[in-house]
């Protein structure tokens, strides 16, 4: 069964602190993906790779920064948060070949900055 | 103006009624439509591609039109179980996934 895992469903932060979120697929994807979902706006992405060590900027890249340094695994960085991050992130993946349009999600993990 | 639109509900409708959901995108570029659907507090899961010629999954329709730009998916016989919000997805030119904020359906008994 295809498996994504992030690996906190709930986070809490103060602005300022640096975040990581991880996330890991066992299913030998090449593409792995961050949104984020907030209620009205639906699912934005953030950053996206294709293949080891390789990140393209998706729509609202800004305060935030990622890592893929194996190919199962794909980490999501904010440097500094802020209140305005607060939201449900969420990480997908899909197998190699650019016109996919089945993602793998995870359950996803809510942060909340104060 | 969003490049997917859909109208956010939420549809209260009871068991067995037929229900149909909209969604409208504004990149005539657009190449694959797809509807997933999302259970509260879970993640989306793929509920189905949508072909020009149309296609159905059991009670499930999907259409599309590409002269007046919209998607649809049509529900019969509605269950308890079908009660979810449903994402619209078009797949822009460079192959990436634009997602609609999402249709709420509220089945009732």
């Known amino acids: 069964d295809v498996k994504v895992t992030q690996s906190s469903r709930y986070l809490v932060k103060r602005t300022g602190e640096k975040v990581f979120l991880e996330c890991v697929q066992d299913?030998?994807?090449?593409?792995m993906f961050w949104y984020r979902q907030d209620p009205g706006l639906g699912l934005r992405l953030i950053y996206f790779s294709y293949d080891v060590k390789m990140k393209e900027k998706g729509d609202i890249p800004e305060g935030y920064s990622v890592s893929r340094e194996k190919k199962e695994r794909f980490s999501l960085i904010l440097e500094s948060a802020s209140t305005n991050q607060t939201s449900m992130y969420l990480c997908?993946?899909?197998?190699?070949?650019?016109?996919?349009?089945?993602?793998?999600f995870g359950e996803g993990s809510r942060l909340t900055v104060l | 103006r969003k490049e997917v639109e859909q109208d956010p509900g939420p549809f209260n409708v009871p068991e067995g009624a037929t229900v149909a959901f909209n969604c409208t995108y504004s990149?005539?570029?657009?190449?694959?439509f797809f509807w997933y659907r999302q259970d509260c507090r879970k993640e989306p899961k793929l509920l189905m591609s949508?072909?020009?010629s149309g296609n159905e999954d059991g009670r499930f329709t999907a259409q599309l039109n590409r002269a007046s730009q919209y998607i649809s998916l049509l529900i019969r016989d509605s269950k308890l179980s079908d009660s979810a919000t449903y994402l619209c997805v078009a797949q822009d030119s460079s192959y990436k996934l634009i997602f609609g904020s999402g249709t709420r359906l509220l089945v009732r008994p």
């Open positions: 990149n005539s570029a657009s190449q694959s």
């Open positions: 949508v072909y020009s």
């Open positions: 299913m030998d994807h090449e593409n």
């Open positions: 997908a993946s899909s197998p190699g070949g650019m016109n996919t349009g089945e993602l793998f």
